[in-house]
T-cell receptor, first 112, second 111 residues
Framework: NAGVTQTPKFQVLKTGQSMTLQCAQD?????MYWYRQDPGMGLRLIYY???????DKGEVPNGYNVSRLNKREFSLRLESAAPSQTSVYFC???????????FGNGTRLTVT | AQSVTQPDIHITVSEGASLELRCNYS??????LFWYVQSPGQGLQLLLK??????LVQGIKGFEAEFKRSQSSFNLRKPSVHWSDAAEYFC?????????FGAGTRLTVKP
């Protein structure tokens, strides 16, 4: 029972490079989320997908794009990484929007 | 604007002492309320949730929380803290689809 799986676990990018963070859940959840966690700021919502085929901006969407590839997968793309995007990224899923979230173990991204 | 506030960045308590972590929210309507815990290097785990009904809710690991509508608060409590409770605690709220988190309170437990 894997739950929410994020890849990669760690990544170092140079400024301007692009990358995609992958997330998959095996709980048949409808809603999926991407958060970033920075010291002293808690978790901030980047994008979410309330159901397959829909995506919406959260609190801090600038510099990111997302794709809800199917019900299981929700990817986060950085087109041109900046040092301000150095953070720990968490993917989460829930059965419906108001249900508790199930989190992946995070991706630690450093942009130099 | 919608917001979730955890006024205490860091709290230190002695093992066996009681604990209260504060959470206040500012939303146009009463949101759904949650507390999560994060151990170092891990994702977040749900402690408890409040949707409606009894304003005192019980969670895992001996935690409870009380919803007070008049104060827009949802404080987390534990009668006797164990060393293994040292972690970061996050209050979270949602009205529909976008769960928002407070900045977190880091709990240190002294022997």
């Amino acid at each position: 029972n894997a739950g929410v799986t994020q890849t990669p676990k760690f990544q170092v990018l140079k400024t301007g490079q692009s990358m995609t963070l992958q997330c998959a859940q095996d709980m048949n959840h409808n809603s999926m989320y991407w958060y970033r966690q920075d010291p002293g700021m808690g978790l901030r919502l980047i994008y979410y997908s309330a159901s397959e085929g829909t995506t919406d901006k959260g609190e801090v969407p600038n510099g990111y794009n997302v794709s809800r590839l199917n019900k299981r997968e929700f990817s986060l793309r950085l087109e041109s990484a900046a040092p301000s995007q150095t953070s720990v990224y968490f993917c989460a899923s829930s059965e419906v929007g108001v249900a508790p979230l199930h989190f992946g173990n995070g991706t630690r991204l450093t942009v130099t | 604007a919608q917001s979730v506030t955890q006024p205490d960045i860091h709290i230190t308590v002695s093992e066996g002492a009681s604990l209260e972590l504060r959470c206040n929210y500012s939303y146009g309507a009463t949101p759904y309320l949650f507390w999560y815990v994060q151990s170092p290097g891990q994702g977040l785990q749900l402690l408890l949730k409040y949707f409606s009904g009894d304003t005192l809710v019980q969670g895992i690991k001996g935690f409870e929380a009380e919803f007070k509508r008049s104060q827009s608060s949802f404080n987390l409590r534990k009668p006797s803290v164990h060393w293994s409770d040292a972690a970061e605690y996050f209050c979270a709220v949602t009205l529909r689809d976008d769960m928002r988190f407070g900045a977190g309170t880091r709990l240190t437990v002294k022997p």
